[in-house]
């Protein structure tokens, strides 16, 4: 999904004529694709870019990938509304009460003040920031594109990623940064995937 979205993203989208980016898809999982020299990296066993799995804390959670404390098990949209799930549960005061939990709803309740939304979208961040700032520095590419249903949280997500890939990557890479929101709606991906499908058709 992640490629395929950054497919449709570099030939319709926001990275129209960008050779380097990071596209980060975040959504009910987390995803990376990096795009060199205007190709999109696969790896030799077509496996890249699982920064969903880059283990953030050895103690933390299990993850469907066997391993725990992956960033995919704090920042997920399954992980946000799980989380918001079990703090309502257990008594925390918040807006969230009294209707469907589900990252609309966060998003939404977060930009009206609610403390908890607002905790829950913005720790994503900082934990997405962290992963963001190492990828920065691996890669050399400061130019990021977010894509996924979390893109909707627009600043609340964007800026916390931003404070901490200014503070935890290479400055000659925090001083070139950009960030991007993708301008494509959630159905790229299927368009993205027929589009590679009939690319390795006629090639
Ligand atoms: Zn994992």
């Not at 319709?12 to 987390?30: C, E, S």
């Amino acid at each position: 999904m992640c490629r395929t979205v950054a497919y449709v993203e570099q030939n319709q989208g926001v990275a129209r004529n960008l050779k380097d980016f990071l596209y980060f898809y975040l959504d009910v999982g987390i995803g990376l694709s990096i795009v060199l020299d205007g190709k999109i990296y696969r790896g030799p066993f077509g496996i890249s870019g699982e920064i969903g799995h880059f283990i953030v804390d050895e103690n933390g959670p299990s993850c469907g990938c066997g391993n725990r404390g992956c960033l995919e098990v704090f920042t997920s949209i399954a992980a946000i509304v799980r989380n918001a799930r079990k703090f309502i549960e257990s008594g925390v005061q918040s807006s969230l009460h009294n209707q469907e939990i589900n990252i609309e709803n966060i998003i939404n309740e977060a930009r009206r003040g609610d403390k908890l939304s607002y905790r829950l979208i913005t720790e994503s961040g900082e934990r997405i920031g962290a992963v963001a700032a190492q990828v920065i520095n691996f890669t050399g590419i400061p130019l990021i594109i977010f894509g996924g249903r979390l893109k909707h949280a627009n600043q609340l997500l964007t800026e916390p990623i931003q404070h901490i890939i200014k503070k935890n990557s290479l400055s000659v890479l925090s001083q070139k940064l950009e960030m991007k929101i993708s301008s494509l709606d959630e159905w790229a991906g299927a368009l993205g995937a027929s589009m590679l499908s009939l690319l390795e058709i006629i090639q």
